[in-house]
């Protein structure tokens, strides 16, 4: 018997222009939580999709329980007990929870399925867990860790043996990760063995045993966790020593550019946005800090003119603007980098230049006349900024990896020259690597004057890039806190309602006594 439930060797996978793995190792044994790591285009995808039947390796041997097995098909590895649970949940909305845990195989009964075996069953696997959820409610009605944990239990139904993860905490909060986190645990306590996809490096130690090392496709090694230091990890990762992870000058008291009163989403009901007022100054990182679902998006979405019905009074450099399409934003020089760039920010089948510049098409048509060169100086310009990693201008976006596809869409943005940029979570699913270039981009934007107004459920981010921190809860400001004040307490207790007292920076603009109210 092999002391491995899973071996991968000298895996190598190669796409035009691009060598994606090469000779890859990797080891996971029954019963163990193996985090897998790397910076985006490292090539951890691709190997998982390579166990997943998704893509063929054109070289190397795939060995389960010591016997070498053929994974030519995703029905193929999952005959050979291989779940995958991706970054992008792959489920129906509109079906209910056992309907997606039993798609392509529902138990059928003498006038067709049978819905009332496939409820029973679904909701004994989710009552093992105890994770509250009815089977017969439909998908779109939870939240992303309720669907994540979803996934899982259809991935156990299948009888997996190795459950591969794939940045599941990026959109959960902190007491659905511990849940999370639990449920993993009691499955490696069965023998299942887990690899751990994530790019926050905080968790390892927190659930993980062992962590392999990818760097541009190859194989840097494999450590214990608890012997080795998230330093050591990061120098593995990007083969250099991180001289600065968070670059910022910090500013303060520069006058104000941007005014928002009263802003509130319009909404009788689900209301998301009530009365918040802010302000911005020039050249500052202004943070926005709350749990999951405190209006912080909805906030930014209302202020971009993509909230039909919003009300409020929006100031910039004394001009009192009209805002009602996100086009009439971008006319004001106000830009968004959504949340949710597969959804939301990019064109995944076009390419790389195409997305760079859809926003600046006046800058190279003319009369319908395309100057190439100047679209392909555009694109380059921000491929270089952005220190993205693509073969080239054509490559279509989907075939970058996720942290790359990021630097697209930031690009895209910077492109249009805002002068207040808003980003909605800029670093989700972004290696350590990245994460370091896209602050001292940011740091670098401010020097030249621009704004930032930056969401970020990573409260090390917060804390270290903003220059004033407001904090939401239930879609109100509850506090606003100078980069000097700034703690994770100081954020959680108002983030919770904790506080018995609002903090206040800078901004005169908040209504202190409302929130003590709340509070």
Not at 31 to 37: K, S
Not at 152 to 160: E, L
Not at 267 to 287: C, M, Q
Request: aromatic letters at 6%; one cysteine or more.
């Amino acid at each position: 018997m092999s002391e491995y439930l899973l071996e991968m060797k000298g895996i190598s996978k190669e796409f035009p222009g691009v060598k994606a793995l090469q000779n890859v190792d990797f080891q996971l044994k029954a019963g163990e939580i193996h985090a897998l790591l790397g910076e985006n285009g490292a090539g951890k995808s691709t190997l998982i999709k390579v166990l997943g039947g998704i893509y063929i390796a054109e070289a190397g041997e795939i060995l389960i329980d010591g016997r070498h097995v053929d994974i030519n098909s995703v029905n193929a590895a999952r005959d050979n007990g291989i779940s995958i649970i991706h970054q992008e949940l792959v489920q129906v909305p509109h079906m209910t929870v056992a309907e997606n845990i039993f798609l392509g195989r529902e138990p059928m009964g003498k006038f067709g399925v049978d819905n009332r075996t496939m409820i029973k069953e679904s909701q004994k696997m989710l009552d093992r867990f105890d994770l509250g959820i009815n089977a017969a409610s439909e998908i779109y009605d939870l939240s992303i860790a309720q669907q994540q944990m979803v996934e899982i239990v259809k991935a156990i139904s299948f009888n997996c043996r190795i459950l591969v993860m794939d940045e599941p905490t990026s959109s959960i909060s902190d007491r659905e990760v511990s849940q999370l986190f639990d449920i993993m645990r009691n499955l490696a306590a069965q023998g299942v063995g887990i690899i751990y996809i994530s790019h926050k490096m905080s968790e390892l130690n927190e659930v993980c045993d062992r962590v392999t090392v990818l760097r541009d496709g190859t194989y840097v090694g494999t450590f214990v966790v608890a012997e080795t230091t998230k330093d050591q990890l990061i120098a593995q990762m990007v083969g250099r020593e991180l001289d600065q992870y968070y670059t910022r000058d910090h500013v303060k008291n520069t006058e104000v550019v941007l005014k928002c009163e009263h802003i509130d989403d319009g909404k009788k009901h689900h209301k998301r946005v009530s009365d918040v007022s802010f302000e911005v100054r020039k050249g500052e990182i202004v943070g926005f800090a709350g749990l999951v679902g405190a209006g912080r998006s909805e906030t930014m979405q209302c202020l971009f003119g993509l909230t039909r019905g919003s009300t409020g009074t929006v100031t910039l450099n004394g001009e009192k603007l009209n805002i009602k399409t996100p086009v009439d934003a971008m006319k004001y020089g106000i830009s968004l980098v959504p949340e949710n760039r597969k959804v939301e920010g990019l064109y995944h089948i076009q390419s790389v230049s195409f997305n760079s510049t859809i926003e600046v098409l006046h800058e190279f048509i003319n009369n319908l006349v395309v100057n190439t060169k100047r679209e392909r100086e555009i694109t380059q310009e921000f491929i270089d900024k952005m220190h993205t990693k693509t073969p080239s201008h054509e490559q279509a976006v989907t075939n970058l990896s996720g942290g790359n596809q990021q630097k697209v869409m930031i690009g895209r943005w910077l492109a249009t020259k805002p002068k207040i940029l808003i980003l909605d979570e800029p670093t989700r699913g972004v290696d350590v690597g990245a994460k370091a270039e896209i602050y001292e981009i940011m740091n670098e934007l401010t020097k030249q004057g621009v704004s930032i107004i930056m969401i970020s459920s990573e409260l090390p981010e917060i804390i270290n890039m903003a220059d004033r921190v407001y904090v939401m809860y239930d879609g109100r400001i509850t506090g606003c806190i100078d980069y000097e004040d700034v703690s994770q307490e100081s954020i959680m207790k108002l983030a919770t309602l904790e506080a018995d007292q609002t903090h206040s920076g800078a901004a005169g603009d908040l209504n202190r006594q409302e929130a003590k109210n709340h509070a």
